[in-house]
């Protein structure tokens, strides 16, 4: 069975501060994809980055980045030099590519907030 | 273009009604997923309709039924209503069987 964690609940810090945000996953698929989403209080999830599971290279847009690491099954996201905007709840979420709909199993979110 | 369009945005049933939610998808999209959102948690997966047919389903109760029709809009349908399917229910369209998800504002059920 797929499992997502995301230990952090709520995160506060002052803008321009760097904030990792953690991910760790529970697969017994060798081929499964990792997400990230944001959700603001508008309640639509908006997509932040997709990897699949052959692809460890870390990425970086803008002043996002995502550390991909299947030795320890984290997929942990940075934001750099944050700001208020950035509040938001954020999700990780996976999928193995062997199910039918390519259902997300989403992790319990944790809460960024930005203070000016 | 417009997006993920969910309907009602907010609503209130009495314990034990049915309740039918209407989402309809992105435009150049054919296929129509369901979650639920409990407050303070992650989306639950509850089932995806492609070509009018239910193609995955999670883990939920017969208590919940959708349907999607020839336009690929969709219906969620939930039946003998709980104090627990107070949530908020995110419908997400996309192409085929890629993950180029779009999401909806959702709608927000009350259960009383």
């Known amino acids: 069975a797929q499992k997502v964690t995301q230990a952090q609940t709520e995160i506060s810090v002052v803008e321009k501060e760097d904030v990792t945000l953690d991910c760790v996953y529970e697969?017994?698929?060798?081929?499964?994809?990792l997400f990230w989403y944001k959700q603001p209080p508008s309640g639509e999830l908006v997509f932040l980055i997709r990897r699949n599971s052959f692809d460890e290279q870390n990425e970086i847009s803008g002043r996002y980045s995502w550390n991909f690491q299947k030795s320890t099954s984290s997929f942990n996201f940075t934001i750099t030099a944050s700001q208020v905007v950035d509040s938001a709840v954020y999700f990780c979420a996976l999928s193995e590519a062997n199910n039918a709909g390519n259902m997300l199993t989403f992790g319990g979110g944790t809460r960024l907030m930005v203070k000016p | 273009d417009a997006g993920v369009t969910q309907s009602p945005t907010h609503l209130i049933k009495t314990r034990g009604q049915q309740v039918t939610l209407r989402c309809s998808p992105k435009?150049?999209?054919?296929?129509v997923s369901w979650y639920q959102q409990a407050l303070g948690q992650g989306p639950q997966f509850i089932f995806q309709?492609?070509?009018?047919?239910?193609?995955q389903r999670g883990n939920f109760p017969d208590r919940f039924s959708g349907h999607q029709f020839p336009n690929y809009s969709s219906e969620l349908n939930v039946n003998a209503l709980l104090l627990g399917d107070s949530a908020l229910y995110l419908c997400a369209s996309s192409f085929g069987q890629t993950y180029g998800y779009t999401f909806g504002s959702g709608t927000r059920l009350t259960v009383v």
């Open positions: 435009s150049g999209h054919d296929t």
């Open positions: 697969t017994r698929d060798t081929t499964y994809y």
């Open positions: 309709y492609y070509e009018e047919e239910e193609r």
